[in-house]
Structure formats: C-alpha cells, structure tokens
Nanobody, 127 residues
C-alpha cells in the first residue's frame, strides 16, 4: 500500500514555473506507474500526466505537452511534476496517484486505474 503526500503548490504569477513533489512511503513505489491529475473549482478531475514504473514512458494531456514534465526518483520514492509557462487555467488542486497494478507496460491516463491518492496541493496562477 502506498501513502502519498504532495507538496510544492502555491500562488504564482502567469508565466511562472513550479515543481510539485509527491513523496511515497510504501514499499512498492518503484514498481508502479504514477499519475498526476488536477481538479479545478466546479470541474471534474482530469488527467495531467503519467509516468511508467521505470521512468521511461511518459504520457501527457495533449494541451500540456511542452509545458509540463513528469519525472521520478525511484531511489528516493518521489514523483515530480515540473510546470512552466503557467496560465490562470492551470489553477487547480493537483493530485498524485499510484497505479493499482505493478509493472504495467504503459502508464494509464484513466483515474480508475489508480488505487492510491494523495491529499492534493493547491496551485493558483494569478496576477
């Protein structure tokens, strides 16, 4: 079982960069695909990015490609989301999640595939 804790959110101006972290405390982090999702006020949770258990495969929401980058440090049990060129529409609570099944060939973009979730970290982009 994984326990996940996000950090790194905050209030930033448009165009700024931010790096979110997700610390995992379970024993199986390095065997699971990890995902980032976000939920803006009044909207449904949406997929942002995912990274395979080995760190080789990454998938992004189409309109975030080039601005967002997911990475992981399996030795440190930490997942990252580096965001650049932030826009007001990026304002949301950002969640990290661990896949229910270990050693998947490719990471999933579907939230129901993820069994473990963090509590979320707020990112607000405003001038």
């Amino acid at each position: 079982q994984e326990q996940l804790v996000e950090s790194g959110g905050g209030l930033v101006q448009p165009g700024a960069s931010l790096r979110l972290s997700c610390a995992a405390s379970g024993q199986t982090f390095s065997s699971r695909s990890m995902g980032w999702f976000r939920q803006a006020p009044g909207k449904e949770r949406e997929f942002v990015a995912a990274i395979g258990w080995g760190g080789t495969h990454t998938i992004y929401k189409d309109d975030l490609k080039g601005r967002f980058s997911a990475s992981r440090d399996n030795a440190d049990n930490t997942l990252y989301l580096t965001m650049s060129g932030l826009k007001p529409e990026d304002t949301a609570v950002y969640y990290c999640a661990a896949d229910a099944s270990p050693f998947k060939a490719l990471p999933s973009t579907t939230s129901r595939e993820y069994a473990y979730w963090g509590q979320g970290t707020q990112v607000t982009v405003s001038s």
